[in-house]
């Protein structure tokens, strides 16, 4: 995992949804809310930055540590729910 770049998946989108106020993930048969932190991880997965990138800039941006065993677990979980590839 440490070498690929995670994306999300042809057929997805995310998406900030204002009346919810939550990111979602769109795909062709429904739709995922989204809670925050799964909101601020899935905003990083672009393709261009790796999972050591994503977990450094999720801890400046909430100056703190120690996030990388939950952000490893919910990418773990968003492939499994087959929401990311990986480049």
């Known amino acids: 995992m440490d ?4 994306c999300i998946r042809r057929g997805f989108r995310l998406q900030w949804e204002e009346a919810q106020q939550a990111h979602v993930l ?5 739709m995922v809310k989204l809670n925050a932190s799964a909101g601020a991880i ?3 997965c672009d393709g261009a930055r790796s999972v050591p990138e994503i977990i450094a800039e999720l801890e400046q941006q ?3 540590t120690g996030l990388e065993p939950e952000v490893r677990a919910f990418l773990n979980l968003a492939t499994e729910q087959r929401w990311l590839q990986w480049a």
């Open 3 to 6: 070498s690929g770049h995670p």
């Open 26 to 30: 769109l795909y062709p048969e429904g």
């Open 42 to 44: 899935l905003s990083r």
């Open 62 to 64: 909430y100056a703190c």
